[in-house]
């Protein structure tokens, strides 16, 4: 089958560093997706990773194993703004994504 | 200039009717994408159309019927409305057809069946 698992919600503290993780199933894998999405607007992009690594832009970073079916996002120095949504999306087979229900991150002063 | 735009924001409606939802992107995308985002905040792709050809269609009912008049736009109609619909429905586009790209979204358009 296909899932997509990631944390529902999580706080951090402005200033502080955070990482969001996310475990993925899917048949025939291609790559993997972040998008951060603020309450009631759009989603929007932030990485697409291929390869196993870590991929840096920025404060953002996510990071991918392909072998465990594991990427994480990291956030840098985190501000105010930075609480949003982070869906997790992977892309595979034959034009096939999914993505979870997102992870709920609060950054308090 | 709005990249990817959507019209209605905000769709009221009762059961049984039927309703549209307009898309236009102004980005020279060839791929354009209807995503429906639930109230449990899982978004799922329903279809893709690249160059007004159909190229992703999940397992969406038949009351939901996608129209491509040019690769700028694409619009959903879907018949019938039920409760089960109401949630955010998001248009995206994408420079080529494959999924390995980023995605331009629009705005969404927030339906509610009553």
């Known amino acids: 089958g296909q899932n997509i698992d990631q944390p529902t919600e999580m706080t951090a503290t402005e200033g502080a560093i955070v990482q969001i993780n996310c475990t993925y199933q899917t048949s025939g894998f291609n790559g993997l997706f972040w998008y951060q999405q603020h309450a009631g607007e759009a989603p929007t992009f932030l990485s697409y990773?291929?390869?196993?690594g870590l991929e840096e832009k920025g404060r953002f970073s996510s990071f991918l194993s392909r072998s465990k079916g594991y990427s994480y996002l990291l956030l840098k120095e985190l501000q105010m703004k930075d609480s949003a949504s982070y869906l997790c999306g992977a892309s595979g087979g034959y034009n096939k994504l999914i993505f979870g229900a997102g992870t709920r991150l609060a950054v308090h002063p | 200039d709005t990249a990817v735009s959507q019209t209605p924001k905000y769709l009221v409606t009762q059961m049984g009717n039927d309703k549209s939802i307009k898309c236009e992107q102004n980005?020279?995308?060839?791929?354009m994408y209807w995503y429906k985002q639930d109230s449990k905040k899982f978004l799922k792709i329903m279809f893709s159309?690249?160059?007004?050809?159909?190229?992703i269609n999940e397992t969406v009912p038949n009351r939901f019927s996608p129209k491509s008049p040019d690769k700028a736009h694409l619009n959903l109609h879907i018949n019938s409305l039920e409760l089960g619909d109401s949630a955010v429905y998001f248009c995206?586009?994408?420079?080529?057809?494959?999924?390995?790209?980023?995605?331009?979204f629009g705005p969404g358009t927030r339906l509610t069946v009553l």
């Open positions: 995206a586009s994408s420079p080529i057809r494959d999924l390995y790209n980023e995605q331009f």
């Open positions: 159309y690249n160059n007004k050809e159909l190229i």
């Open positions: 980005l020279g995308h060839d791929t």
């Open positions: 990773n291929v390869l196993d």
